[in-house]
């Protein structure tokens, strides 16, 4: 399922990202690859904030679209 529409404070797994490989590496570099483990914290008007490891990323509608997990 695309991440937006994952329930939030569950921590999920990345299954896909359906990018091209410059945004694939993009991804990457930030922590985001296939089998690694994400938590949504907040998603509100198509934007999702990520926790990723120790951090916290904000992604728009249409770059969280391209994760599956």
């Known amino acids: 399922m ?17 990018a091209d490989e410059k945004n694939k590496r993009h991804f990457e570099n930030l922590g985001i ?4 483990k994400i938590a949504i914290v907040s998603a509100a008007g198509g934007s999702v904030i990520l926790k990723v490891k120790d951090g916290r990323l904000a992604l728009d509608k249409g770059q969280a679209m391209k994760i599956l997990v």
């Open 2 to 18: 695309p991440l937006p529409l994952a329930p939030a404070g569950e921590e999920l797994t990345v299954r896909k990202i359906l």
């Open 33 to 36: 690859t296939i089998g690694s």
